[in-house]
């Protein structure tokens, strides 16, 4: 442990106002909301010397609150918390089953939606099943609220487009305007709990008349720098009939919007061909 | 009768509770923490230490290979381990200077504050090109060209293991003080005694100044064997440099960089069989990489040597082996303690060999496989408590291993199945205890005291670390003497209260120091009858007896010592002969699904019957095989220490990746019991057995579900995706 607590101030405002208020003050101070991934920094002593904005009374960016056009997760909303509320199980699912595999129960406990997303690991496992439901994430700062698409917040590995100043204060799930056709979740872990993704997958479709597929929305983690949708095969397949020839040409799109590397998790081929094999499961409604 | 009973474990409502203090809860008034800067080239020659003017020295107390008073040596087997590095640099992460400071983040600045020039020279980093030996071993039996020649197939293969890092769950920990004079050493260990014989070369002290005392240690298995004789000496020159107590506690990252693991291992086979499967000729060669410094590595080798050619009797063997010298750090022991890897080679094998031969591995295991009265490669004739075939029948029938193979292959053939399904086998033998004459040599003591107020105490230097041995000790000590387990307390591992007996590893502490805990307490039994006229029966009755043997002296104590039995014979030299009093044997069948579109394997059942002579306490027993199965699972499909430039790259746990209890399969443990005479109630070793051969079985399996053998460990989805393509 080489965390050294006596080098390190506290800010704890009681309130959003105040969280913002301090923090445009010291916009050099870490955010602190469930702490699961500040703590291992805080072990390794990344931490010292720094000031930390403690989030935990911020009770207001805890709720999440069900509107008519959607869901509003206040920030400091738990994975737990979020795989436990009915309208998201019924609504979001694939960001549920998401949750559901982050770290493990203690993890999912303490981890914030918020947390998860200012981290901004480019392995985070609810980023795919983000994207694909067009989340927009809410940041407030000084100069007021903006919201920010939630691929666009992503600059690179752990690096958000926030600007200094700037919290997030909720992410806002809009409702999908028809139900989809399919949708599914799959993370490729390095275990089975406790494991950071290879590779890590969302898709929702809708099929339309005739027997052609109206909008696929993908997403890929861990094959980029920051979450990515896969544009061009969601462009190839708009209006095509799903069979083994449209599956198999889109799959060789992949490469257009996903470039993983070779690192100590995995390596590039295996999470390509192994993405590959997800989407093209998932395009023939194989993907459970 | 205590032997045999599940007694609950007497560390387990402490460690369970967490009031259980590992040596970092405890405090330590006025304690310093020390902190350790390390070499970051892997071969060098120390050019310049420098240190930032700017940082306040004063506060501190550094200590460099200077300050050593004795010898600047970590004692082992061979004299070339410093305790600091002097001059030159044959690793990363080698200790260079020690820091002291009363605040532990200051003592971690201060270590960024020391700036070491270097000079750098060639490192070797691949086992097969490195020229230095470390040591070599030859063993011969019968005609091995007469065998080739007699054969009808010769099947040739090669393997490879990885290193394996011990994640124990308490990192290397020591603190050291001095009291009137004499040196503490304390902390978390296995091997009280050798941390005393290294303190004496390095501090010119003799046994009444230094005092070894083992706290409460989370986990070993191998990894607190050497190390801690290496981290005990440098908390010491720091507390004898300060003039007060010192603790050097490592985290996970630099206890993963610096400390030893399990050597990586290239195993080739040249095995020539009759048609029918029996076996005519095995052609073994065996590299181990050592790391920068011998360390155990000779006798690591020694035993992956003479477990090389598996438990079967083959008429003409040849194994030759050797382990050499890379700039990484030193590898050392770790449960299993080189057979996991020889042992992998022999058993996956056998797949090859049945696919030339159009034999099944089971069926072939079963024509070659050790009896009562077998001869091993050594020339040892197997004369008692031999149960493989038993192990591995029992475990063929549990896992129903035959007609899930049959069954298996039909799903595998259904290319609609989103999985492929696979069954595979090991067996093994696993001598218990020191190999050849190490047990003359280390000519253990144990015994028990009775003090005069009527405490029973079991004195032996054998460390818990979390594998039973105190509830063991009460049991074996308890039935020796017919009296309830409860009367009999275990001593605290302390040099200056138990006698030396041996360190604890091998699978030794139960069959072999049990064995002397229980010859002790016959002892104290006779003194019962003679002096008393009974082994009393009851706490009051006790009292009496205690004041009867005592005579007014504060206790009494019956020791004794380890006498080799007269029929065990070894020649170095040559090694031939009886290479370990017994051995236990083991067999496993892992029952395992692959997913067809990412590779990802899940464990469905395991299967294995273990014969262990006899189980002191049988639930603890299972705990020991079904621990050290998940461990060895995890080296067959998850755990790979990678290196880069001789350093380890995933040094923390979130990368190197262990298994979960989500990982565990279920389990289905049977005990096989055929008693050994030399052990207590018959016991003989089962720490590292379980250990041995879940690899193989995994790859087995892997290659039963998806037709590829993979001759390498882990089975990553990486691997066998790769081995798909």
């Known amino acids: 442990m080489r965390g050294d607590a006596k080098s390190m101030t506290v800010l704890s405002p009681r309130s959003a106002a105040e969280a913002v208020k301090a923090y445009a003050k010291s916009p050099a101070a870490l955010p602190f909301a469930g702490g699961t991934d500040v703590m291992v920094g805080w072990n390794m002593g990344q931490l010292n010397g720094r000031a930390v904005l403690d989030l935990s009374r911020v009770a207001e960016w805890k709720k999440i609150t069900v509107v008519s056009d959607g869901v509003d997760l206040g920030s400091l909303v738990t994975h737990a918390q979020i795989q436990a509320h009915p309208v998201l199980k019924k609504r979001f699912p694939l960001l549920t089953a998401a949750c559901a595999t982050v770290g493990a129960a203690q993890i999912q406990n303490r981890g914030t939606i918020g947390g998860n997303i200012a981290n901004a690991s480019p392995a985070g496992d609810t980023f795919p099943a983000l994207a694909v439901y067009e989340a927009t994430v809410r940041a407030v700062g000084p100069k007021g609220r903006r919201g920010v698409p939630l691929v666009e917040i992503f600059a690179g590995v752990k690096k958000t487009t926030l600007k200094p100043g700037e919290l997030i204060e909720a992410i806002f799930l809009p409702f999908p305007d028809k139900t989809p056709t399919r ?86 081929e295996y999470r390509l061909r192994v993405s590959r094999n997800i989407l093209m499961a998932f395009l023939k409604g194989e993907l459970k | 009768m205590s032997v045999g009973k599940n007694e609950p474990r007497r560390d387990g409502p402490a460690k369970l509770t967490g009031r259980a203090l590992y040596l970092d809860d405890i405090n330590i008034p006025g304690c310093w923490h020390g902190v350790t800067v390390r070499s970051t080239v892997p071969h060098g020659k120390i050019k310049s230490i420098a240190y930032d003017p700017s940082f306040p020295w004063d506060e501190c107390v550094v200590v460099t290979a200077k300050d050593i008073p004795g010898k600047n040596l970590v004692t082992l087997i061979e004299a070339d381990q410093p305790l600091l590095a002097d001059g030159i640099v044959r690793h990363r992460e080698e200790a260079i200077v020690l820091i002291a400071h009363p605040d532990r983040a200051t003592a971690y600045e201060a270590a960024k504050r020391v700036k070491i020039e270097y000079e750098a020279l060639p490192p070797v980093f691949d086992m097969e090109k490195s020229d230095k030996v470390f040591k070599s071993y030859l063993i011969e039996r019968g005609d091995l060209d007469a065998g080739f020649a007699a054969a009808d197939v010769v099947v040739e293969g090669e393997y490879r293991t990885p290193s394996q890092e011990q ?73 004898l440099k300060a003039g007060r107590p010192v603790k050097i506690a490592y985290d996970r990252h630099e206890d993963m960089a610096a400390t030893t693991k399990r050597h990586p291992a290239l195993v080739r086979h040249r095995t020539g069989l009759a048609k029918d499967g029996r076996l005519l000729a095995q052609d073994i060669e065996v590299v181990m990489d050592g790391g920068a410094y011998a360390t155990l590595s ?163 230097a054998s460390t818990e670390i979390g594998q039973g041995t105190n509830t063991m000790f009460a049991q074996v000590a308890a039935d020796a003497l017919g009296v309830p387990a409860s009367w009999f307390t275990v001593e605290t591992p302390d040099t200056h209260k138990v006698p030396d007996s041996g360190p604890t590893v091998a699978s030794r502490t139960c069959m072999v120091v049990g064995g002397l805990v229980s010859r002790a307490t016959h002892d104290l039994r006779r003194a019962f009858e003679a002096e008393f006229g009974r082994v009393p029966k009851t706490a009051a009755d006790l009292k009496k007896a205690a004041a009867a043997l005592c005579k007014g002296a504060p206790a009494r104590r019956f020791e004794v010592q380890y006498e080799k039995p007269p029929e065990v014979t070894w020649d170095d030299a040559t090694y031939r002969g009886d290479a370990y009093g017994v051995y236990s044997y083991a067999a496993i069948a892992v029952d395992l ?22 189980a002191i306490n049988p639930l603890l027993a ?52 055929k008693p050994y005479t030399r052990g207590p109630f018959g016991a003989k070793g089962v720490g590292e057995l379980p250990m041995d051969i879940p690899g193989p079985a995994v790859a087995a399996a892997v290659k039963h579900a998806t037709g590829r053998m993979i001759p390498t460990l882990p089975q990553t989805p990486e691997r066998i995706s790769q081995a798909l393509k």
């Open chain 1, 183 to 268: 949708g599914a979740f799959r993370k490729v872990g390095t275990r089975a709990a406790q494991a950071i993704s290879k590779t890590v997958f969302a898709g929702l479709l809708w099929n339309g008349k005739g027997g052609v597929l109206e909008e696929a929305r993908l997403a890929f983690g861990s094959m980029a720098p920051t979450v990515r949708r896969l544009h061009a095969v969601e462009r190839f397949l708009r209006g095509r009939r799903l069979n083994d020839v449209s599956i198999t040409a889109a799959a060789e799109l992949l490469t257009n919007d996903v470039s993983p590397i070779d690192d100590i998790r995995s390596t590039r």
């Open chain 2, 167 to 239: 994640a124990y769950i308490e990192n290397n920990a020591i603190a050291a003080y001095e009291e009137d004079g004499v040196l503490i050493v304390t902390g978390s260990l296995q091997c009280p005694y050798y941390v005393l014989k290294a303190m004496k070369a390095i501090f010119n002290r003799g046994e009444d100044k230094i005092r070894v005392i083992q706290t409460v240690t989370g986990g070993g298995f191998g990894g607190k064997e050497e190390y801690p004789s290496m981290l005990a000496g440098h908390a010491a020159l720091l507390a």
């Open chain 2, 298 to 460: 000779g006798v690591v080798l020694s035993r992956g040597t003479l477990h090389a050619a598996g438990a079967y009797e083959c008429p003409n063997v040849r194994v030759r082996s050797k382990v050499v010298m890379t700039h990484t750090p030193p590898n050392g022991a770790f449960r299993g303690f080189g057979a996991p890897q020889t042992l992998f080679a022999v058993e996956l094998h056998w797949e090859r060999i049945a696919d030339a031969l159009k034999i099944d591995s089971l069926t072939l295991r079963q024509r070659n496989i050790f009896k009562l009265g077998s001869t091993t490669a050594t020339g040892q004739i197997l004369v008692e408590s031999v149960g493989a075939e038993e192990c591995l029948q029992k475990t063929v029938k549990h896992s129903k291993y035959v007609s899930k193979r049959k069954e298996y292959d039909r799903w595998n053939k259904n290319k609609r199945n989103k999985t492929w399904k696979g069954i595979g086998l090991a067996v093994c033998h696993h001598g218990a205890g020191f190999t050849g004459s190490g047990e003359v040599y280390l000519a253990s003591r144990a015994g028990v005291a009775l003090t005069k107020d009527g405490e029973l105490i079991v004195l032996a």
């Open chain 2, 593 to 614: 699904e692959i997913d067809k579109l990412t590779c990802e394997v899940r464990l469905v059942k395991v299967t294995t019957a273990q014969d262990i002579g006899k």
């Open chain 2, 622 to 673: 299972e705990g020991q095989i079904i621990g050290g199965s998940t461990q060895g699972l995890g080296w067959a499909l998850l755990e790979e220490p990678l290196f880069k430039d001789g350093v380890m790259i995933n040094n923390q746990l979130t990368n190197y990746v262990i298994p979960t209890s989500l990982d565990t399969p279920s389990f289905q443990v049977l005990l096989v019991e």
